[in-house]
């Protein structure tokens, strides 16, 4: 997959993104990463990007907020530059906008340059933006979400009033994706009734299905998700390189873009520690340097290029660093990847997903895809 990589690299040279098909887009993206790609193709962005600007709406739901920290450590270029290289106008993020709430210095505000809650309610009005969502969007109790309130409502309820009016919805993370920690078996599980926005285990189609949207929804899981994958998704969104009418030809069967969490490969398959595993040197315990699937490494169930790309701005990754992969980006984490530093016995197909499950998730994809035709971006003032 290294020299396949290299390949690609060397294709590519002198392309314009403009000129790109959708195709070599992803794969261009796929192989340089966001530092790279930024380097190689910077004036054709900034071209490509001059006389438009897209509306991003950012939701919090119930998380850590783990992913935006991710996003906010992106290295090269960092979040602020990818932004404005990607020329987009995040309207709204609660952990990171001025917004202060309902009252400020003791008196009530009433617009939207104060007020988030009315900032919101305005966006929603308006439409035409990508709506992200990090975090699992709580069901219960009795389908009434209230196990996740913000500002008064019920988080749920916030995500049906923006999904309606977004032209995409972009899932970061493994909680928005599929519940992930949200969804750790434990007794309070059934009450809130976790989902993600468009497949749980326990629900095929999550939200979106639950609520009756039909919206095109890209699944970036990762626990956190990797910030190449997010920004070069988006990219992708904004250049028309995703077809929103065919969202799922570029998908796998949960919802994750082809190019960052390759079918056809595992993590294990690129892990600096497979010498060791082909020699059969498996550590007992840790720091001794050899291979982690005695520790627990799942990287083998994983579907991800985490050991190509890396993290930290290509610097290591989960098993570099000494701990075993534990799946996050899978949608059975983390109950399938438990325990977590224990060998898995199990190696069943689709890492003990329910196969009936998967395939209603692909047709619900070809569906919602049907209704909408591209992310619409506001002329520049
Ligand atoms: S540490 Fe994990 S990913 Fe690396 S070779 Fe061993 S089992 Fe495979
Ligand atoms: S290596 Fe495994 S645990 Fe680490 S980020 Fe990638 S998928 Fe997640």
Not at 146 to 156: E, T
Not at 210 to 236: E, Q, R, S, Y
Not at 272 to 286: H, T
Request: glycine fraction near 10%; proline fraction near 5%; charged fraction near 20%.
């Amino acid at each position: 997959m290294a020299s396949e990589k290299l390949n690609v690299i060397d294709n590519l040279q002198n392309l314009d993104v403009l000129q790109m098909d959708r195709r070599t887009f992803m794969k261009a993206v796929a192989a340089l990463g966001a530092s790279g790609f930024v380097a190689r193709y910077g004036t054709s962005l900034a071209k490509a990007m001059e006389f438009s600007k897209t509306k991003v709406v950012w939701l919090h739901g119930a998380e850590c907020t783990g992913c935006s920290i991710s996003a906010l450590n992106a290295y090269n270029p960092e979040f602020a530059d990818a932004l404005e290289k990607l020329n987009i106008s995040l309207e709204y993020h609660e952990t990171i906008l001025a917004q202060q709430g309902l009252f400020v210095d003791g008196k009530l505000v009433n617009t939207s340059e104060l007020n988030g809650e009315i900032l919101l309610d305005e966006l929603a009005n308006e439409g035409g933006y990508i709506l992200v969502v990090e975090g699992s969007i709580p069901n219960g109790p009795d389908n009434t979400g209230k196990a996740c309130i913000l500002g008064g409502h019920p988080f749920k309820d916030i995500v049906e009033k923006t999904a309606r009016k977004a032209d995409a919805i972009v899932a970061i993370g493994t909680c928005a994706s599929y519940g992930g920690i949200t969804t750790t078996n434990c007794d309070t599980k059934e009450y809130c009734d976790f989902q993600g926005m468009s497949f749980t285990e326990t629900t095929p189609g999550g939200i979106l299905k639950i609520l009756g949207i039909d919206k095109p929804c890209i699944n970036i899981p990762g626990c956190p998700a990797h910030p190449d994958w997010f920004f070069l998704t988006v990219a992708a969104l904004i250049l028309g390189k995703l077809d929103l009418n065919n969202i799922g030809a570029a998908l796998d069967q949960y919802g994750r873009p082809k190019p960052f969490y390759p079918p056809e490969s595992t993590i294990h398959d690129n892990c600096p520690r497979r010498g060791y595993y082909d020699r059969g040197i498996l550590d007992k315990e840790i720091a001794q340097g050899g291979c982690l699937w005695k520790l627990g490494c799942k990287a083998p169930y994983a579907h991800s290029d985490c050991a190509l790309r890396k993290w930290n701005n290509g610097l290591s990754l989960c098993m570099q660093a000494g701990g075993p992969c534990l799946a996050c980006v899978e949608p059975t984490f983390p109950n399938a990847s438990m325990p977590f530093f224990e060998e898995s016995e199990k190696t069943e197909i689709l890492f003990g997903a329910n196969i009936g499950h998967v395939a209603l998730f692909a047709i619900g994809v070809a569906v919602v895809a049907a209704g909408v035709h591209a992310v619409r971006r506001m002329k520049k003032e």
